[in-house]
């Protein structure tokens, strides 16, 4: 139904999806506790977040951000620099950069947002995807910092190793949670209106009084800072740092999937999308590489994601569920029209 | 100052197959509202194609383009009817992250078929050049330029003097008033994203003489393409011929005087400061909604 209505801030289980999210978090990695499983789980939340933050933007506002692969590449050298040229130690310490590498990237990218979303629809695709380009570029070529095409080697963290991959797991979710309730607290608020106004007709928002530029400015800044932080980790993770894989436009593109599987606009449709791809996804890099088939296997998820499921699988549900719904409201009280005879498709807008 | 004359001069003749594919690229856009994120690997799969003809039935790249024009043509019609007719409409978007994972698929595909080395197209003129007052002019190069010309001659004789022509331009300017005074804009839509595509058959063919390349050289042609685009005003045809030209010039004395590693950079730089004055690009207007 509609995009904030009852879903998020009248219906009274958001509090039980809350802690029931939280505790699925906490829980999993004991759970599934072999090392493929947990290096499995930490994916699934880094795409579940990056999705949900690329979600800010591309869903909420409607801007086609293709380009976010350029912040997590900025989290991931900023994490790697540190640990190398910083001196901040090992072990736990390189997580306390996450929190100060995110909001750096959320006030960094304010003047090239600002810029950016000058432009719309195409043209913004275009120039966001752009940047990505750029910070590569950067990345390549100041080698004093960055080591070039070398990358950068990210000293392996002291973890006993039966339980290697917990604190990156840990950390992940952290951050998750902290993406989500981002959203949710977006989403319930006026801003979250503002950027369905902006989605909707953007000359007429603005004509209506509604600061554009300030919130979709807002919306691109916690984006960036929320997707620098998911970077930050994966490097101490992955402990190296390369200009092809840290800045990578398919990672733009596999959270963009996500997002548009589980339902783009949606607080839990990018959590759902992630579920579902990163281990299809892990499993085919396993299988055959991360090479070509891989690559067709990735475009032909998206193709058929795209023309199957164009509204993605949570929308698509609660569509039927509400339509069940009505169908059985209508039953009780005959002497009102049921609502499908109003509303055919079931359309909010 | 020699070397300045110099990298201009082969600035502009690559600027010319630049322009070439850019120009297909704003057709496209014009047309259809949907910028075309496979542009740079249907030029790269126009290049493989070359290569084979060229090293394996010794056809000249330069008349393989009488066979890859009217192939990639189809493909690119066929692209259209098959999978973008039904999204345009309901959301440009959509449509081009349709492309773009359409680009990754190709990459994965020419990936397994001819692997991932780099390969350059090399007749034995390739390292011929003339010398005129001084200058190189290399003869590979000469020749790509002129066959932009040539190409983009004939698409701009189409737009202005043929009823398809009329009916491009129509369907261009406004899609919903050109299909009540009897143009079939789906079939209009099919035939400009065939043209836009071939443009990138006949670019990608000499493009493989001139620079090394593999399937993923897509991404370093795709941000030139995508850069000249915005900067020429996305929809606007003789705006994207001059910042395709720009670029080349840009990115060739940059390379000369400073370092080839920032000769993308550069134009980069050059797009952004434009856009700080001029969102809409150089020549492009501003459309409501759009832009």
């Not at chain 2, 299909?179 to 493009?207: C, D, H, K, P, Y």
């Amino acid at each position: 139904m509609t995009w904030l209505g009852r879903e998020s801030r009248t219906r009274p289980g958001g509090a039980l999806q809350a802690f029931a999210f939280l505790g699925a978090l906490a829980v999993l990695p004991v759970v599934m506790g072999r090392h493929w499983q947990v290096n499995l789980l930490v994916f699934t939340l880094m795409y579940a977040g990056l999705a949900s933050a690329w979600n800010l933007v591309g869903g909420y506002a409607g801007y086609a951000a293709l380009g976010h692969g350029a912040f997590f590449g900025i989290g991931a050298y900023a994490m790697a620099i540190g640990t190398t040229h910083l001196g901040v130690g090992t072990g736990y310490r390189p997580f306390l950069l996450v929190l100060p590498i995110a909001v750096g990237t959320a006030l960094a990218v304010v003047p090239i947002a600002r810029l950016l979303l000058r432009t719309r629809a195409a043209t913004f695709a275009v120039l966001s995807i752009t940047v990505m380009f750029m910070v590569q570029t950067f990345a390549y070529n100041i080698r004093s910092l960055t080591h070039g095409s070398q990358g950068i080697a990210v000293p392996v963290p002291p973890f006993p190793f039966t339980t290697f991959e917990r604190p990156f797991y840990y950390a992940m979710a952290i951050l998750l949670a902290l993406t989500v309730a981002v959203c949710w607290a977006v989403r319930s608020s006026q801003l979250g209106l503002a950027l369905n106004a902006v989605r909707d007709d953007e000359d007429r928002a603005r004509g209506l009084g509604v600061q554009t530029e300030l919130v979709k400015l807002i919306a691109f800044s916690l984006s960036a800072g929320l997707t620098a932080a998911f970077g930050a980790v994966w490097a101490y993770y992955i402990s190296y740092v390369f200009p092809g894989f840290a800045i990578d436009p398919l990672l733009s593109l596999g959270a963009i999937l996500m997002a548009f599987l589980g339902g783009r606009h949606t607080l839990w449709g990018p959590v759902v999308g992630a579920a579902l791809i990163v281990p299809a996804q892990q499993y085919f890099a396993y299988r055959y590489g991360a090479s070509h088939l891989y690559l067709i296997a990735y475009a032909a998820l998206f193709l058929i994601v795209i023309y199957l499921l164009p509204d993605g699988i949570l929308p698509s549900t609660t569509q039927r569920l509400n339509r069940l719904r009505t169908r059985s409201r209508a039953r009780t009280t005959p002497d009102l029209l049921p609502m499908e005879a109003l509303n055919p498709r079931g359309e909010s807008e | 100052m020699h070397l300045i004359v110099q990298a201009t001069i082969g600035g502009i003749l690559i600027g010319g197959v630049y322009a070439l594919l850019a120009s297909g690229q704003a057709m496209i856009f014009g047309v259809t509202r949907t910028v075309n994120f496979a542009q740079a690997i249907f030029a790269i799969l126009s290049a493989y194609l070359s290569y084979t003809l060229f090293s394996d039935f010794g056809v000249d790249p330069f008349l393989s383009v009488l066979v890859l024009v009217p192939t990639m043509f189809a493909f690119g019609s066929a692209i259209y009817i098959v999978f973008l007719r039904r999204l345009t409409r309901s959301g440009a978007e959509l449509a081009l992250l349709v492309l773009y994972a359409m680009a990754i698929g190709i990459q994965g595909t020419l990936d397994y078929f001819y692997k991932t080395n780099t390969r350059v197209i090399s007749p034995g003129y390739t390292n011929h050049s003339w010398t005129v007052g001084g200058y190189q002019i290399s003869e590979v190069r000469l020749f790509a330029f002129l066959l932009a010309v040539v190409v983009l001659g004939s698409l701009h004789a189409i737009r202005q003097h043929t009823k398809l022509g009329r009916a491009l331009r129509a369907t261009a300017q406004n899609p919903t008033a050109a299909q009540l005074l009897g143009v079939n804009v789906e079939r209009v839509s099919a035939i400009a994203m065939g043209l836009g595509v071939a443009t990138a058959g006949a670019a990608g063919a000499v493009f493989g003489m001139v620079v090394p390349f593999n399937g993923n050289s897509q991404y370093d042609l795709l941000s030139k393409l995508l850069s000249i685009s915005v900067l020429g005003g996305m929809a606007s045809m003789p705006g994207t011929i001059v910042a395709a030209v720009i670029l080349g010039v840009v990115e060739s004395v940059v390379a000369a005087k400073i370092s080839p590693d920032w000769s993308a950079f550069s134009f980069l730089v050059v797009l952004f400061a434009v856009l700080t004055v001029r969102p809409q690009g150089l020549f492009g207007r501003r459309l409501r909604g759009a832009l």
